[in-house]
């Protein structure tokens, strides 16, 4: 009996242990279940848990290191220094926020004493006449950067398995509230507020356990694009630089951008429409769609219509910076033939000529400006997961 409540309760401080951290990285068949309540239940209350289960077995160990032989010490002594690598390794080697940290030293430069290259994709913010780059390189790797835009606190947010950077306010309830990295769910990174312990999805910023279930941190308006083109709108823009003691994990994410990385969970699969596929999705009214990155990348421009909202679609010379605009204009949906060679619009119903910041230099239309609408690059698997019923544009 005594043998039995000793296996039973190592083998439950060995699961508790594991399955703590298991639901919420990225082991095999983790995320793909909807498992965070259990998750988050596990991990508020799992000291309690384990004192419950560590008071069971105080009995039967001391049982055994006074009265039985030799070799069940020795296979006792054995589970539990098993316990304690466990112990070890899941508590302080594979959560979350003991492989990911925030930047030691966080400094910006002007464009002409930056060091990140113009080819680089950044997460860019600007707010109240104040603009600011964010490489993807280097947010991939923090996940998150807390700073200020234009006077207004903001969090930047990336997650690379995901391939989704979003900005957000990180204000709740009045409190420029402060965040963890805690895990993931679904493939997407997941953050913990300090004051209420509640889990906050990177993809959506919507709480998704917690006390603060349901609510939403507000979303900022944000583009990504090469730093060449983002300077091109922004000349004066700053641009975070990379933190000293983080150059080999920056190093490890210098293939990122183009989905060359080796990390299977973040390189990019060339095909359409496949797990790790990239397209850009739009989401507008409760309507989402989803368009393929090779199909712009063939064509240089889609025009589509969301209910309510024409869009015009355009990939840069580059190759890499996009952008969705409104084609409405003056109360008419414009449409539009794309120069690829010279980078330009023209719309059909005026002949006015747009450049790609979305303004008409020439024509009847000139001064006149597209808006920008919400849309983002990511992988088919994240965009399907979180906008479910989205549509597939062919």
């Known amino acids: 009996m005594r043998t039995s409540l000793l296996i039973t309760g190592l083998l439950l401080l060995l699961a508790i242990e594991i399955l703590h951290i298991y639901f919420i990285m990225p082991f095999p068949g983790s995320q793909h279940n909807n498992t965070i309540d259990f998750a988050y239940w596990l991990d508020n209350n799992i000291w309690w848990i384990r004192i419950v289960i560590l008071a069971v077995l105080v009995y039967p160990v001391v049982r055994v290191f006074r009265y039985s032989f030799v070799w069940k010490k020795v296979l006792l002594l054995v589970g539990l220094l098993l316990y304690a690598v466990v112990f070890y390794f899941f508590n302080f080697r594979f959560k979350a926020d003991k492989m990911f940290y925030q930047p030691v030293h966080r400094s910006f430069a002007a464009a002409a004493t930056n060091t990140m290259p113009g080819n680089k994709l950044i997460i860019g913010v600007a ?13 991939g790797y923090h996940h998150q950067v807390r700073d200020t835009v234009g006077n207004m606190p903001v969090m930047v ?34 953050f913990e ?15 998704v ?9 507000q979303e900022l308006p944000a583009e990504q694009s090469t730093l060449a083109v983002w300077l091109r709108r922004y000349p004066s823009s700053l641009i975070l630089q990379p933190d000293t003691p983080f150059a080999k994990q920056y190093k490890d994410l210098a293939n990122f951008d183009n989905g060359t990385i080796k990390s299977s969970l973040e390189k990019r699969d060339s095909g359409s429409w496949q797990f790790k596929s990239w397209v850009i999705g739009v989401a ?19 025009q589509d219509s969301l209910p309510g909202l024409p869009i015009v679609l355009v990939l840069e010379k580059d190759s890499a910076s996009f952008h969705v605009w409104d084609r409405l204009v003056n109360g008419h949906a414009l449409q539009f033939v794309h120069d690829r060679l010279s980078g330009e619009l023209k719309d059909v119903n005026t002949g006015s000529t747009w450049n790609m910041n979305g303004q008409c230099i020439e024509g009847l239309l000139t001064g006149s400006q597209l808006k920008p609408v919400r849309a983002s690059q990511e992988f088919w698997h994240s965009w399907r997961t979180f906008h479910p019923g989205t549509v597939m544009y062919r």
Request: overall charge positive; hydrophobic content about 40%; charged content about 20%.
């Open 193 to 207: 507020d300090k004051t209420t312990k509640s889990w906050w999805q990177q993809a959506t910023g919507v709480a």
């Open 209 to 217: 356990a917690g006390p603060l279930k349901g609510a939403s941190l």
């Open 284 to 302: 507008y009214n409760k309507v989402a769609k989803a368009y393929d990155w090779n199909k712009l990348i063939s064509a240089g421009m889609i």
């Open 157 to 190: 947010t990336y997650c690379t398995v995901c391939r989704t950077g979003r900005v957000f306010s990180p204000v709740i309830n009045g409190k420029n509230e402060t965040f963890r990295l805690v895990g993931m769910d679904h493939f997407n990174a997941m």
């Open 127 to 139: 707010i109240n006449g104040e603009a600011k780059a964010y490489p993807v390189q280097l947010i």
